[in-house]
């Protein structure tokens, strides 16, 4: 076999074998299949993209390129949740304690990533002396003891779809279907749950910026699930604002326990309660979806779901006070407020906007080897479809760095559109996929 | 600027400005841009191709990355020919005496080249003590004093094409209207002349395999030559069987011998007088295509043409006897005739078989590193329309291993087709785009 004909065959339109994609695949991992024909092979893809059967190999070969994730000590069904990332998006933080104070155990390895602010696992960080790495054996015993435990990503997770994502992002080839789902679904399999809920995101703040390519992207991870035998359900959540009302990561995890308190924002909470009775559901904890969610509120109400995060912090060498005194985390004492410049609506937002000039003010990395300032970052006081009136604060921008605040000021200020529009009140949730 | 936007840009289906291709394709040549950035944007081009304007500024980019050719020492207009390659092309070798003995200079560097058989270069140097690399002074003279010299490709002619080619090569991205056009008139701009005749083969034994693509082949070439003020025309004439009755290089060499003296084959004389015409045209040595063909059939005629060939010979080293006994050119001894199974017609050939069969007897190279035996090849007595009973010699296969002969005759068997239906006479000139 040689990498040209493949390239040449899929070029031309003929569905590949399982065989070939895996000899481009493990190719390409060892180093005999050089990175120029993969750059060509993935440019073919982007535009002809791959049927079910060859995703569903693509994503097989990258899973097992690496470590699995032997769950098995965990008795019952395992329930893992993925989003496909937005700003503001700090659901994990609400949603691992809800779901494990209702009985349903989290053993989850998150990600830092890149982007505008940092990842769970940053985020998590921002709680004086929390450990995001955790031995196997500490991790199994928090599991067991607590049902929670959130870590990093230590293991040699699908190293060739690490390695061709690194490819991808330089060769203008993220932006497809059949890759970004066998990309997501690769380390989802190699991380070894039987179910699995994804939130799948649509709007100005996500890779995905209409309803439609959302939902086929969330059909595509689904079916790819579905096919390697395990139970699989997608929300299609909102992402034309940011979620919730803040951006960054201490002032993420402060939004967190107050949602776990009762007090957060209504989107957040209806996401967390969403997400969660799939889970729940998934998990067989309980039969049906109204059922999950009235535990899920309850769990709020009851305050089960809060001393879950306070257990799980504990638990994990994190100072548990935070949870009773949020400024513990450290958020920045230097602050702007952005007023609105006249009255009217916001009539929509481009949540990406908010989110670059959260990393621009320092709270999320640009290149991998940047340090993120987890004190800063922007707390929104008006949202698309508030009413504002001139003068009024539309958000408070946290910074350490005058010059870093006039960088995200200019973006920030572009990504309201004040108008008399007043727009229509949108739902957090889209649709289901399942 | 950076490739990755670039790369996007034209992905998403917008013209590139000069500054942006020049960004690639200097940078490439630099080591700037890597392989497989380079790699990712020519699969993007064979996808969304390139306009009259990208691809004039591609040509322009690449002809000026290395040496220029000055033919300021020649007088008048400089007039050069090229053929897009096919099985048994060796127009160059009866069209340059001809051209030269009616008045017209022909200062011509031609290549070596992969393929069936050897290029131009290869054939000449089956003709004994032929010097294929002349000095630039003795090329000067050889010009001045005869009209006539050709010679190998020595100088830095494109090498951003040459460098680009060996990725196209490589990554399937070589079947590309823009990319084929550019990298040909790079060439041919680099090599100095004002007026331009092409020859772009179509059918089996060609790369357009059929009319429509080698008319948009061929006008996209006129079109980057005129935009950079060449006169220019080009013909589409027929490869869908060999040119004339022999495929290999001492064999060739024959064959032109032959058609320089009026005993050449039909098919292979019209051709040179088609493409002689435009070029003594273009070279304003007459007004008229019909007068200028006069003159090229005079010059077989009265004897000029094959004086022509001689003096070239001689001037450049070889022995000039082969002209009188074509024996000294040394054509293989062992021969093989593969016969007709049934009476019939040669309803159609694949005229790449047998160039292939004749790459397998040794006649061409496979790798750049391969040696050429110029002795062997194969020689045709039957070709598409001719009446066959069976027994009759289809063609005889000149070889040196019998190995080779083998592989060679397992081939050529295919590529001849037997029926009893009689294709329609084909003419050998299919179009002119001027």
């Known amino acids: 076999m040689r990498a040209y004909d493949v390239i040449l065959k899929k070029r031309n339109g003929h569905e590949l074998s399982k065989e070939e994609i895996e000899f481009m695949v493990d190719g390409f991992v060892k180093g005999e299949v050089p990175d120029y024909q993969m750059a060509a092979f993935l440019m073919v893809i982007y535009f002809k993209h791959m049927n079910a059967d060859e995703r569903y190999n693509l994503t097989e070969i990258m899973a097992r390129s690496g470590d699995s994730i032997d769950l098995s000590f965990i008795s019952g069904i395992k329930v893992d949740k993925h989003s496909t990332g937005g700003v503001g998006d700090k659901t994990t933080l609400v949603l691992a304690p809800m779901v494990a104070s209702c009985g349903l155990p989290v053993a989850k390895m998150s990600g830092r990533g890149l982007g505008h602010t940092g990842g769970t696992i940053d985020k998590l960080e921002a709680i004086p002396g929390f450990k995001t790495t955790l031995t196997e054996a500490e991790f199994k015993k928090n599991v067991k003891a607590h049902l929670i435990a959130v870590v990093g990503q230590t293991a040699n997770l699908a190293p060739a779809d690490k390695k061709i994502y690194a490819l991808r992002d330089v060769t203008a080839t993220v932006d497809e279907i059949s890759l970004i789902s066998s990309s997501i679904m690769s380390k989802k399999l190699a991380a070894g749950a039987d179910a699995i809920v994804l939130d799948v995101k649509v709007g100005s703040g996500a890779f995905m910026k209409d309803i439609a390519s959302a939902t086929d992207l969330a059909r595509a991870m689904v079916d790819i699930g579905k096919k390697h035998g395990k139970a699989m359900v997608a929300l299609i959540t909102d ?12 002032i993420e995890v402060e939004e967190a326990i107050d949602t776990l308190k009762g007090n957060g924002p209504t989107d957040l909470e209806t996401l967390c309660v969403e997400l969660g009775a799939q889970m729940l559901k998934l998990g067989k904890i309980t039969e049906s979806l109204s059922s999950a969610k009235e535990m899920l509120k309850d769990s709020i109400k009851s305050g089960n779901a809060i001393k879950k995060m306070k257990e799980m912090i504990e638990s994990q060498g994190g100072n548990p006070s935070v949870v009773d005194d949020t400024s513990l985390l450290g958020v920045s004492k230097n602050t702007f407020e952005l007023k609105a410049w006249k009255d009217g609506y ?52 946290y910074y350490n ?14 990504s309201y559109n004040l108008s008399s ?12 996929v399942e």
Chains 1, 2 share one sequence.
């Open 239 to 250: 992402m034309d604002k940011p979620l919730g009302y803040t951006v960054g990561n201490a």
């Open 346 to 397: 916001v009539t929509s937002m481009d949540a990406e906007g908010i989110g670059i000039a959260s990393m621009k003010l320092g709270a999320g990395r640009e290149k991998k080897e940047d340090k993120i300032d987890l004190s800063v970052g922007i707390r929104l006081s008006k949202k698309t479809g508030d009413s504002v009136k001139m003068g009024e604060t539309l958000c408070t921008l």
């Open 421 to 432: 529009v007043r727009p229509q009140k949108i739902g957090i949730i889209h649709g289901v």
């Open 401 to 414: 760095s005058e010059e870093k605040l006039k960088a995200a000021i200019e973006v920030v200020k572009t």
